[in-house]
């Protein structure tokens, strides 16, 4: 997600231990602390649910406190949006940005990213080079995916945040640094704690304010404008004029489960205004398959077989029609022969499923926009 507000970041000055300014390269400095870009609106990235008005709430009250800040939710949910609008808004929105996709660099190498080496500290350092932590000085120091450190580096990490202090590698001293780490995870590192591939104490360290993004099928009343959004922002982008999407693909859109939360409802809207053919978006909402037989049991003990029953009955019932209407092309009356029922039983089957009609099927193929697509 991307738009609306632009944070410019100015090239910092780093302080050494000993209080003197030690001038960094332009070119150094742009290699590793990235601007902030541009963000959605507010409205677009808290939406209207209870949780993300929470998420908001506290959003604000942390921001101008240099703690350590947790971000965590499924991939897609919008963290990295989150951990900027923690920089944006806070004291240090004029220092440098730094990101670190722990994932993205090999644990080898990951170190000296960090924390930067001295020449000569090992084969091939013909020259010494500050790192990412250093580079964040008197600004953000954001780090995604964070389960995803060594044993090793959490120790040295777990130093930074406990004393401000951190060491190059074949440094004989370390370096004071001002700092505000965010960290990010799509796990549950009280898990990963138990399976001894995460240290409890930097759990602790990191974890002072905690921020749960829900995912998105918990959010689906903010659908709608998320697609409005999205609609809007590709079609500027690509020079494209889709239209709206039809009010049962809305429908459809707020019944689907989202593994891919955010991110997969941007993607699918962007080929929508590429391909201009809102089947594109249909055939990747393959309904979430309901486990009746492992269904959770109330406190009390209580529960329904006749419901239950009911519930699976309606679930089959639907994808038997939706599988043989689509057969069928759509064509309702052969859909009808198929099944063995009534025409007219058909019709309030589909209604009662919240399928599509057949009319609503062909006005979306013949209102399909053809797209001039500008070259990028």
């Known amino acids: 997600m991307s738009l609306a507000l632009r944070v410019q970041v100015r090239p910092p000055q780093v302080s050494s231990p000993s209080g003197r300014n030690q001038a960094m390269t332009i070119s150094s400095v742009n290699t590793l602390a990235q601007p902030l870009g541009e963000m959605p609106p507010?409205?677009?990235?808290?939406?209207?649910?209870?949780?993300?008005?929470?998420?908001?709430d506290r959003l604000t009250k942390l921001?101008?406190?240099?703690?350590?800040?947790?971000?965590?939710?499924?991939?897609?949910?919008?963290?990295?949006?989150?951990?900027?609008?923690?920089?944006?808004?806070?004291?240090?929105?004029?220092?440098?940005?730094?990101?670190?996709?722990?994932?993205?660099?090999?644990?080898?190498?990951?170190?000296?990213?960090?924390?930067?080496?001295?020449?000569?500290?090992?084969?091939?350092?013909?020259?010494m080079k500050p790192g990412r932590v250093e580079m964040?000085?008197?600004?953000?120091?954001?780090?995604?995916?964070?389960?995803?450190?060594?044993?090793?580096?959490?120790?040295?990490?777990?130093q930074l945040l406990q004393d401000g202090q951190f060491c190059r590698i074949g440094a004989q001293e370390d370096k004071k640094v001002e700092v505000r780490v965010v960290c990010a995870t799509n796990r549950k590192l009280e898990q990963e704690i138990e399976n001894g591939t995460f240290r409890s104490d930097l759990f602790y360290r990191i974890n002072v304010v905690n921020l749960h993004l829900p995912p998105l099928r918990e959010r689906a009343s903010d659908i709608p404008d998320l697609v409005a959004y999205f609609l809007d922002y590709h079609n500027r982008k690509y020079n494209c004029r889709a239209?709206?999407?039809?009010?049962?693909?809305?429908?459809?859109?707020?019944?689907?489960?989202?593994?891919?939360?955010?991110?997969?409802?941007?993607?699918?809207?962007?080929?929508?205004?590429?391909?201009?053919?809102?089947?594109?978006?249909?055939?990747?909402?393959?309904?979430?398959?309901?486990?009746?037989?492992?269904?959770?049991?109330?406190?009390?003990?209580?529960?329904?077989?006749?419901?239950?029953?009911?519930?699976?009955?309606?679930?089959?019932?639907?994808?038997?029609?939706?599988k043989v209407l689509q057969n069928c092309h759509w064509n309702r009356?052969?859909?009808?022969?198929?099944?063995?029922?009534?025409?007219?039983?058909?019709?309030?089957?589909?209604?009662?499923?919240?399928?599509?009609?057949?009319?609503?099927?062909?006005?979306?193929?013949?209102?399909?926009p053809k797209q001039e697509i500008a070259a990028d």
């Open 136 to 158: 964040a000085h008197r600004g953000t120091l954001f780090l995604d995916e964070i389960s995803e450190l060594d044993m090793s580096l959490q120790s040295k990490l777990l």
């Open 42 to 56: 507010d409205a677009i990235v808290f939406g209207r649910t209870e949780a993300m008005q929470a998420v908001r």
């Open 333 to 368: 009356k052969q859909a009808a022969r198929a099944l063995s029922i009534s025409y007219r039983a058909l019709l309030y089957k589909i209604r009662d499923a919240g399928l599509p009609s057949n009319r609503a099927v062909k006005r979306r193929e013949a209102d399909s």
């Open 243 to 322: 239209r709206a999407l039809s009010s049962e693909l809305m429908t459809e859109l707020g019944k689907y489960h989202w593994p891919g939360n955010i991110r997969e409802l941007e993607n699918l809207v962007k080929r929508y205004v590429i391909l201009g053919n809102e089947d594109v978006i249909t055939t990747d909402l393959t309904p979430r398959p309901t486990d009746f037989f492992n269904t959770e049991i109330p406190v009390d003990g209580q529960i329904s077989l006749k419901k239950l029953t009911r519930q699976a009955v309606r679930e089959l019932e639907r994808k038997v029609i939706l």
């Open 63 to 127: 921001a101008s406190a240099n703690v350590p800040v947790l971000i965590q939710g499924e991939s897609g949910t919008g963290k990295d949006i989150v951990a900027r609008m923690i920089h944006a808004t806070s004291p240090w929105r004029t220092g440098p940005w730094v990101k670190v996709n722990c994932p993205a660099i090999p644990g080898t190498l990951l170190e000296s990213e960090l924390f930067g080496y001295e020449k000569g500290a090992f084969t091939g350092a013909y020259g």
